[in-house]
């Protein structure tokens, strides 16, 4: 029933931007916390971005100045736009929900989507 649909990667040139977006659908509550989540080949997943009901966003040191989450309540959208994209910032990106916490943590997600694939080539 619960669907998270990240949309928006590809592949880039190093300084390039990217906007991603995270449709939701049949989530059971209103979150308390959407994050953005990233995976590097060979490396462990981490953390990017997240926004929480209270509207704080936080962001990762090496994204910070860089990267911008949003959300459109009203369309149940979230967004990251990653501007001066890096060689680094290659890696898997997923959506997560959280139902129940506004604490962003990858343990307090209840929800994830599939993930997109962001390439950024140099």
């Known amino acids: 029933e619960v669907q998270l649909v990240e949309s928006g990667g590809g592949l880039v040139q190093a300084g390039g931007s990217l906007r991603l977006s995270c449709a939701a659908s049949g989530v059971p509550f209103d979150p308390y916390a959407i994050g953005w989540f990233r995976q590097a080949p060979g490396k462990e997943r981490e953390g990017v971005s997240c926004i929480s009901n209270d509207g704080r966003p936080y962001y990762v040191d090496s994204v910070k100045g860089r990267f911008t989450i949003s959300s459109d309540n009203a369309k149940n959208m979230v967004y990251l736009q990653m501007n001066s994209l890096k060689p680094e910032d290659t890696a898997e990106y997923y959506c997560?929900?959280?139902?129940?916490?506004?604490?962003?943590?990858?343990?307090?997600?209840?929800?994830w989507g599939k993930g997109t694939l962001v390439t950024v080539s140099s």
């Open positions: 997560a929900v959280s139902i129940s916490t506004s604490v962003c943590e990858e343990y307090a997600m209840d929800y």
